[in-house]
């Protein structure tokens, strides 16, 4: 278990090196968000390859590369369409102190490297250990809800995005009418069912903070406080929507 974990983080750091080496060359560091679902991958497929005998392992690694490129792809399309430093980056390097570029290197990729890593714990603990039963379902279903969450909510507002008749509006159609975030739902949801899997062994209950510090980054700490931050400040009806709207688990609007 060891010689997985050190080789896992081994891997997700190589991802997050040419991501920052890419950003530094390219003047901007909005590539993290990319290298976000490739280092979950990188470190699935090094899991995998340590736990070849263990059909777990392939079913744990396939979820989570299934899972990360969809997301990367998504982010790398996104970010494709909007040219220039993302706002958020921008913000946070320029308080930064010394360097810049070395600045950018501990607060942004390194600190992701660590958070990637710890979060996909419950994915290696699987792979080295839990049984693959028939109580892996529960977790795989709740893996399947997630991702149903995060990629047509991600595909509902992309279309949204690129309607002019939208600019300046909210949606609040499909998913979104049931949640302010499907996506940031979804995206726990998929990390809770990997969890399932490693749970399937009394050593992937120790895993249970990996699942929680990803929720908690989701809807309380950058995901949804962020995101309602710049949205209330720039759509008008804003507070209408957040007003009947759940912030995170799906549920019918209230009657306002």
Request: with cysteine.
């Amino acid at each position: 278990m060891l010689t997985l974990l050190l080789t896992t983080a081994a891997a997700s750091l190589a991802v997050m090196l040419v991501a920052f080496a890419a950003g530094v060359a390219l003047g901007r560091h909005k590539g993290v968000d990319v290298a976000w679902g490739l280092g979950f991958a990188a470190v699935a497929v090094a899991t995998a390859a340590l736990n070849a005998d263990r059909p777990m392992a392939w079913l744990a690694a396939g979820l989570t590369v299934v899972w990360g490129l969809r997301l990367s792809i998504h982010i790398g399309r996104q970010a494709g369409r909007h040219p220039g430093e993302d706002p958020r980056y921008a913000e946070l390097l320029s308080k930064g102190k010394g360097n810049r570029t070395w600045y950018a290197l501990r607060s942004v990729y390194l600190l992701q490297w660590i958070i990637l890593w710890f979060v996909s714990l419950p994915v290696q603990v699987a792979a080295h250990y839990a049984p693959l039963n028939a109580f892996a379902v529960i977790g795989v279903a709740i893996w399947a809800v997630g991702l149903f969450f995060e990629a047509v909510g991600d595909a509902q507002l992309a279309r949204f995005r690129a309607d002019p008749a939208s600019k300046g509006k909210v949606l609040d159609t499909g998913l979104w009418h049931y949640t302010r975030h499907p996506n940031y739902f979804g995206d726990a949801c998929v990390w809770w069912g990997l969890f399932a899997l490693a749970a399937l062994h009394w050593t992937g209950w120790l895993t249970v903070l990996s699942p929680m510090l990803m929720t908690w980054f989701l809807a309380g700490k950058t995901g949804k406080p962020l995101m309602e931050k710049h949205l209330s400040a720039t759509r008008p009806g804003y507070a209408e929507y957040v007003a009947r709207t759940s912030g995170f688990f799906p549920r019918p609007p209230r009657r306002l």
